[in-house]
């Protein structure tokens, strides 16, 4: 059995330990609530976009652009995950990199070329652990994320789409729904495609300019504006993941610090106790 002075010692510790994941907890929570604000902020003008461009592809135009390309057999698909360049967070990064590897698999085993590109040091970290070929990696991405950093993604992956480098491009984060739920999505990104509750007469309202060159000037910036929310929910929910992890390992340390404080004054009772059994022993000797 450790002694009073070795379970005091332990209780020091778990007690520093504790105070250091309150801290973070706090930090987490603040951080937290920026980035769901931002999420909130932004959200409208993502929906806004999204159905300005179901609006007009209600008419049936037909519209011809890069971004519409649908290959019939494809060869490769982009898949961009986005996990965080920290841990301390729960299970966060782990969904993620298991969502990653599941598509990674399925593609090769349906013949096509999974090309990876990853956001986060732990992403990179994993498939140099599992010897995965990795394209291109991000780290300049936090929870202040900017729509210009998420742009440079969204650029790129427009650009291997429309020379054909690739027949498809594959979000993997974790979406944020609202704070009691963030689950791992695997969202298409490319090829662009709208959902058919629009259908039907065009819209009685003239345009200018056309459009279907209103469309092909929206198409890009709509797919700008869904990598910019991806990494926006994925900033939140990697703060949410954060705060509750730190406000676990801070329940665990105050309740291992209950248990070693009884542990202690067990162990100094047993000590007083045997002094006293000890002294009792020494009088007894000496008559």
């Not at 902020?41 to 609006?55: G, I, N, R």
């Not at 058919?196 to 309202?205: F, H, M, R, S």
């Not at 000037?217 to 504006?225: G, H, T």
Request: aromatic content about 8%; hydrophobic content about 45%.
């Amino acid at each position: 059995m450790a002694t009073p002075k070795e379970i005091k010692t332990r209780i020091d510790s778990v007690k520093n330990t504790r105070k250091i994941t309150k801290t973070m907890e706090l930090v987490a929570t603040a951080k937290s609530k920026k980035a769901v604000d931002r999420v909130h902020a932004s959200q409208p003008y993502a929906d806004k976009v999204t159905e300005l461009l179901e609006s007009l592809a209600s008419g049936q135009l037909d519209v011809s652009h890069p971004l519409l390309r649908k290959a019939e057999k494809p060869k490769k698909v982009l898949l961009i995950a986005i996990t965080a360049n920290r841990g301390l967070a729960g299970p966060y990064n782990t969904n993620v990199l298991k969502a990653l590897l599941a598509a990674y698999e399925e593609y090769k085993s349906r013949g096509i070329e999974p090309v990876l590109y990853v956001a986060g040091k732990k992403a990179v970290n994993f498939l140099r652990f599992q010897k995965i070929p990795f394209e291109k990696s991000y780290f300049e991405f936090d929870d202040r994320v900017t729509f210009a950093q998420a742009e440079v993604v969204a650029q790129e992956a427009m650009d291997l789409f429309e020379s054909a480098k690739v027949d498809g491009v594959e979000l993997i984060y974790t979406r944020y729904f609202n704070a009691g739920t963030q689950k791992v999505v695997n969202r298409s990104l490319l090829p662009l495609s709208f959902s058919a509750k629009g259908k039907g007469p065009a819209a009685p309202y003239m345009i200018e300019p056309s459009p279907e060159k209103l469309i092909s000037a929206l198409l890009p910036r709509s797919i700008k504006i869904v990598t910019f929310q991806a990494f926006l929910d994925a900033a939140a929910s990697e703060q949410i993941a954060r705060r509750i992890a730190m406000k676990n390992a801070t329940d665990s340390a105050s309740d291992m610090i209950k248990e070693m404080t009884l542990m202690y004054n067990r162990a100094r009772q047993a000590k007083v106790t045997q002094e006293i059994a000890e002294i009792i022993s020494g009088v007894d000797a000496l008559k």
